[in-house]
């Protein structure tokens, strides 16, 4: 019941492309794939981790990412993974990712998101250097590279084009905030998707590519989400 609960909210053009990628293709590569990931019985592959900060910031960020229960008042027999970070930094970026094989690497895809996370944070709050929800964004990509952070003048980068903030890049598409809608004070299921503005990423040689999914925070303060589900079109 746990799955159906999840699957529930799903678009019209998601469940068209998902019978589009189940349809044989006669052994071929695959032209298309359909990735979902409801975090019920552990992290499904994914791992993650945090960037754009300081080397002197380091033990004082408060990172944490681990397969956790949905917080109260949600289902708290449903799980998720839980990701939170202290941003010291103001441009503190978050992020989960995956390794997907067996692509075509002759191929350009396409890449959709639906995701459903877990935030408490009101669209109409203020904080520090920016709203916690608002100022917050969440972002989702592919890459033929494995998404890393790498030291760079004692600041932690990412190597991905991820863009800035409220801006995407290449690699990566903005799908919207954490806002949970106005006045909100505990934690709701929030949808986010790029339906209209999928990421363009072909595999690299071998036929791999990483998905990734992040925030790129400018409030400077800490921000606590849950994914209760992530689904991934490739086209």
Not at 70 to 89: H, V
Not at 170 to 175: G, I, R
Request: hydrophobic share 35%; net charge negative.
């Amino acid at each position: 019941m746990k799955n159906v609960k999840k699957w529930m909210w799903s678009s019209p053009l998601l469940l068209l492309m998902i019978i589009i990628a189940c349809a044989p293709k006669d052994n071929e590569v695959p032209a298309q794939m359909v990735v979902s990931s409801d975090f019920e019985n552990g992290p499904d592959g994914w791992t993650g981790g945090f960037a754009e900060y300081s080397t002197s910031m380091d033990g004082r960020m408060e990172f944490d990412l681990s397969h956790s229960s949905l917080p109260a008042p949600l289902d708290q027999d449903r799980m998720a993974l839980k990701i939170e970070g202290r941003n010291l930094s103001d441009n503190l970026f978050m992020f989960i990712k995956k390794k997907l094989t067996g692509l075509d690497p002759s191929r350009t895809y396409s890449v959709y998101y639906e995701i459903q996370l877990a935030s408490d944070y009101a669209t109409n709050s203020v904080g520090i250097g920016g709203s916690p929800a608002t100022s917050v964004f969440l972002k989702a990509g592919a890459s033929p590279d494995e998404p890393v952070k790498y030291l760079e003048d004692n600041y932690y980068m990412i190597n991905i084009d991820k863009g800035g903030q409220s801006q995407g890049g290449n690699e990566m598409t903005v799908l919207g905030h954490v806002g949970a809608g106005e006045d909100v004070q505990e934690y709701q299921i929030i949808e986010r998707s790029n339906e209209q503005n999928p990421v363009q990423v072909q595999p690299n040689a071998n036929g791999e590519l990483w998905l990734v999914v992040g925030t790129d925070s400018g409030f400077e303060g800490k921000t606590i989400l849950y994914y209760d589900q992530v689904t991934a079109i490739l086209r």
